[in-house]
């Protein structure tokens, strides 16, 4: 049972060498330097937004409104760092705008995690409700518009550490913290075990409202911080901002190993192998000149076969 255990729990990790190791010997460019480094620059906003979905999904539940939080937070705080909504009679600086986001995206999770725990809703419906209306009044704060913010935003997307980027170092932090949190705290094992058997889980005495209430609360933190990194990137916010990431989450968190009916999945090296994995093959596409209009079919066909195995393990 142990190696059986050990061999699910590696097998994203295997699956993601394997993508990598075809491409690089399809083409000799793709296994460079640069090119690993853009793979994790460009997957560390899902990465992160994909952890918090993760405790969502172990719980049973999923938050479909990720993708709404972050624009919704970007277009809050780009309109504060623009000067548009000026803060006690002036423009504030951009870091502290960038800050606002965090906050934002509490709030919303807060607001999903008490219609579902309070109102006894599912989280479906709730959080598609809230994904329309967060994105019905970020469209309304920005006019439907791009705004191009300051190059002080700029500055977190391509500022390096220690020789890494910065969205890399967000990234680690991130996942980091969450497997820790699963791994080594009650709280993370309470969530396993709500996963599993919500009504076991209810007799053996555990605050199951508190705890789903607190991974809609880690989700809408995740959502913010993926906002800040992808915001950071572009420099700039969109109408179509942060649409269909919630998908993507989903995506990096199930071909991770996590189940949709709760209980199974992990941060590391799950979910960060399945958003890795998803813009590995995105990546390899490109270099290889592949069709474009076959990279939704291919990555769907990816995602199909995962969810198949997952249900043998």
Same mark, same amino acid.
């Given at each position: 049972?142990?190696?059986?255990?050990?061999?699910? #729990?590696?097998?994203?990790?295997?699956?993601?060498?394997?993508?990598?190791?075809?491409?690089?010997?399809?083409? $000799?460019?793709? %296994?460079?330097?640069?090119?690993?480094?853009?793979?994790?620059?460009?997957?560390? /906003?899902?990465?992160?937004? !994909?952890?918090? =979905?993760?405790?969502?999904?172990?719980?049973?539940?999923?938050?479909?409104?990720?993708?709404?939080? =972050?624009?919704?937070?970007? *277009?809050?705080?780009?309109?504060?760092?623009?000067?548009?909504?000026?803060?006690?009679?002036?423009?504030?600086?951009?870091?502290?705008?960038?800050?606002?986001?965090?906050?934002?995206?509490?709030?919303?999770?807060?607001?999903? @995690?008490?219609?579902?725990?309070?109102?006894?809703?599912?989280?479906?419906?709730?959080?598609?409700?809230?994904?329309?209306?967060? %994105?019905?009044?970020?469209?309304?704060?920005?006019?439907?518009?791009?705004?191009?913010? $300051?190059?002080?935003?700029? *500055?977190?997307?391509?500022?390096?550490?220690?020789?890494?980027?910065?969205?890399?170092?967000?990234?680690?932090?991130?996942?980091?913290? &969450?497997?820790?949190?699963?791994?080594?705290?009650?709280?993370? %094992?309470?969530?396993? *075990?709500?996963?599993?058997? $919500?009504?076991?889980? %209810?007799?053996?005495?555990?605050?199951?409202?508190?705890?789903?209430?607190?991974?809609?609360?880690?989700?809408?933190?995740?959502? !913010?911080?993926?906002?800040?990194?992808?915001?950071? #990137?572009?420099?700039?916010? /969109?109408?179509?901002?942060?649409? #269909?990431?919630?998908?993507?989450?989903?995506?990096?968190?199930?071909?991770?190993?996590? /189940?949709?009916?709760?209980?199974?999945? &992990?941060?590391? $090296? @799950?979910?960060?192998?399945? +958003?890795?994995?998803? #813009?590995?093959?995105?990546?390899?596409?490109?270099?290889?000149? *592949?069709?474009?209009?076959?990279?939704?079919?291919?990555?769907?066909?990816?995602?199909? +076969?995962?969810?198949?195995? /997952?249900?043998?393990?």
């Amino acid at each position: 049972m142990r190696r059986r255990s050990l061999v699910v #729990q590696c097998l994203p990790l295997v699956v993601l060498l394997a993508t990598f190791v075809l491409f690089c010997a399809i083409s $000799p460019a793709f %296994r460079s330097t640069s090119n690993v480094r853009n793979i994790l620059v460009h997957s560390s /906003s899902v990465s992160i937004v !994909a952890t918090g =979905m993760t405790f969502v999904l172990l719980t049973g539940g999923i938050d479909l409104s990720v993708g709404a939080i =972050m624009f919704l937070a970007a *277009a809050i705080a780009g309109k504060v760092s623009l000067g548009d909504w000026p803060v006690y009679g002036s423009m504030i600086p951009a870091w502290v705008a960038v800050a606002l986001i965090v906050p934002i995206g509490l709030i919303c999770g807060a607001v999903n @995690g008490a219609l579902i725990t309070g109102c006894r809703m599912l989280p479906f419906v709730v959080t598609l409700a809230t994904l329309f209306i967060g %994105r019905g009044i970020a469209l309304e704060i920005t006019q439907t518009r791009a705004m191009n913010l $300051p190059a002080s935003f700029l *500055a977190i997307g391509h500022s390096t550490i220690l020789g890494l980027p910065v969205p890399i170092w967000m990234l680690l932090l991130t996942v980091g913290i &969450g497997q820790c949190v699963l791994s080594h705290t009650p709280f993370g %094992r309470q969530l396993y *075990a709500l996963g599993d058997s $919500p009504e076991r889980a %209810r007799k053996a005495g555990l605050r199951t409202t508190r705890l789903i209430f607190a991974v809609y609360l880690i989700s809408g933190l995740c959502a !913010a911080l993926g906002g800040i990194v992808s915001v950071a #990137q572009l420099g700039a916010v /969109s109408p179509t901002f942060g649409a #269909q990431r919630e998908f993507a989450a989903i995506a990096a968190a199930v071909l991770g190993g996590s /189940s949709l009916t709760g209980g199974r999945g &992990g941060v590391f $090296p @799950g979910t960060l192998c399945g +958003a890795l994995l998803i #813009q590995t093959v995105e990546t390899g596409l490109n270099v290889i000149d *592949a069709n474009p209009y076959s990279y939704p079919v291919i990555i769907g066909s990816i995602l199909f +076969a995962a969810v198949l195995l /997952s249900k043998n393990r």
